[in-house]
C-alpha cells in the first residue's frame, strides 16, 4: 500500500550548496588582502584598520539601536492614542544599517567596504528594494494570494486539525458520586456538558 510520498531524495538547492563554498571563499580573500595590505603598509595599519572598523562597526549599531527603540516607543505612543502608525522609510530603516555594522565589526577589508558601502543611503535603499522584491516574489510563488493565503493552507492540510473543546472524564480513577457499578442515582451526579 502506497501512502502517495515520494520516496526520491529531495534536490538541495543552490544557496545550500554553494553557500559554503563562498564562505570559504570570502574568508580566503579576506585573509590574502590582509597580508597584501600588511606588506604594502606595514601589520601596524592593518591592526588600526580592524580595530577602527570595529569600533565604528560598534557606533553604528547603538546608533541604529537607539533610532529603532524610539521608533517602537513612538509607535507605542501612537497605538495608544488610536492614531495610525506612521509610514517606514524607504531605504531600509534600521535593518540594512545594523547589518553594515556587523560588517564592519567582522575582521576584514572586504566587509569593511560591504558595511561602509550599505552606510551610503542610495545603496541601501537599492539593496532594500532588492531584497524586497525578492521576498515578494518567493511568497506569491511559494503559495499565490500572499502570506494569509500561505498560512491557510498549511492549516488546511494540517491531519485532522479540528479542535473540539470539552473536557475529558477518565473512567479510571473513582470520582465522587461514582459507584462501581456507575453512577450512583441518588447522588445527583450529572456528567459535565462540553462548555
Known sequence: MTTGTSTAPRRR???????????AAWFILEIWLLGLVAGAA?????????VG????????????GRRAFRKLAAGFQQAQQGAAPAPQQPGGG????????LLLILPG???????LLLL?????????????RSLERRMTSAAPGGFGAAFQQARIHQPDGKVVRGEVIRDDRPQPGRGPSGPDPDSGYRP???S
Open 13 to 23: 538547492s543552490a544557496a545550500r550548496t554553494y553557500l559554503p563554498l563562498a564562505v
Open 42 to 50: 606595514g601589520g601596524l595599519t592593518v591592526a588600526l584598520l580592524i
Open 53 to 64: 572598523g570595529m569600533l565604528l562597526g560598534g557606533v553604528v549599531i547603538k546608533r541604529a
Open 94 to 101: 534600521n535593518a540594512l544599517i545594523m547589518a553594515a555594522g
Open 109 to 115: 577589508l572586504l566587509s569593511d567596504v560591504a558595511g
Open 120 to 132: 551610503v543611503p542610495p545603496v541601501r535603499a537599492l539593496v532594500a528594494r532588492r531584497f524586497t
Open 192 to 194: 459535565p456538558l462540553a
